[in-house]
């Protein structure tokens, strides 16, 4: 079983929908990272976050620690927004991924 | 600040050749990741360093990877012997708080043919 895991594996949602993105995890941690990959390969950090809720323009992410879950939701959903977007947690001083989501957004 | 500088941006070699991959990560930051990622296999942590010294090596897949950093605006990734297996994208990620907070470079794609 992965330390990490995230659902779904691919996504295609049409412009405007609300999206939603999961991430479990099995072990304790101090903080989650979330993180977009674009077509290009580029990566770029979206949230780190160790309770409760962050938002960034259209995107909000939430996490439980209790529950060893977070959601990753994007609102309004444009094609622009069609990336993989992976969870990562850091379990002994380094980072471990989940598989990552990939997510298109079509017209 | 530029961000995490990586080079080459793309590199194709032939197998059995000498692979040196370059990272400078950002001024200030007091760690250093080596990943490499394949469709197979995902994102994978190859090394990482703190306050210049190697801190943990078990991602590196062989004797053919090593790593080094020998101060904090420079590291360097080499592969000798390539071999196609070893294609991939190897991203440099710098930080400054452990694996709390990382910075990716663009990443060198490898193709060894």
């Known amino acids: 079983k992965n330390e990490v895991e995230q659902s779904p594996q691919n996504l295609t949602a049409q412009e405007g929908e609300f999206i939603t993105i999961n991430c479990s995890y099995s072990v304790g941690i101090s903080a989650l990272h979330w993180l977009q990959q674009h077509p290009g390969g580029g990566i770029v950090s979206l949230f780190m976050l160790s309770s409760g809720k962050k938002k960034h323009g259209r995107l909000i992410a939430t996490i439980n620690i209790q529950e060893k879950h977070s959601s990753l939701h994007i609102t309004a959903s444009h094609p622009r927004d069609s990336a993989v977007y992976i969870c990562?947690?850091?379990?002994?001083?380094?980072?471990?991924f989940g598989t990552g989501t990939r997510l298109q957004v079509t017209l | 600040d530029a961000g995490v500088i990586q080079s080459p941006r793309h590199e194709v070699t032939e197998m059995g050749q000498e692979v040196t991959l370059r990272c400078k990560p950002i001024?200030?930051?007091?760690?250093l990741f080596w990943y490499r990622q394949t469709m197979m296999r995902g994102l994978e942590l190859l090394i990482y360093?703190?306050?210049?010294?190697?801190?943990?090596d078990s991602g590196m897949p062989e004797d053919r990877f090593s790593a080094k950093m020998p101060n904090a605006s420079f590291s360097t990734l080499k592969i000798q012997p390539s071999e196609p297996r070893d294609s991939a994208v190897y991203f440099c990620a710098s930080g400054a708080g452990g694996a709390n907070e990382q910075f990716f470079g663009p990443g060198t794609r490898l193709t060894v043919l």
């Open positions: 990562a947690v850091p379990l002994k001083g380094k980072l471990t």
């Open positions: 360093f703190n306050n210049n010294v190697p801190i943990d």
């Open positions: 001024s200030g930051h007091n760690s």
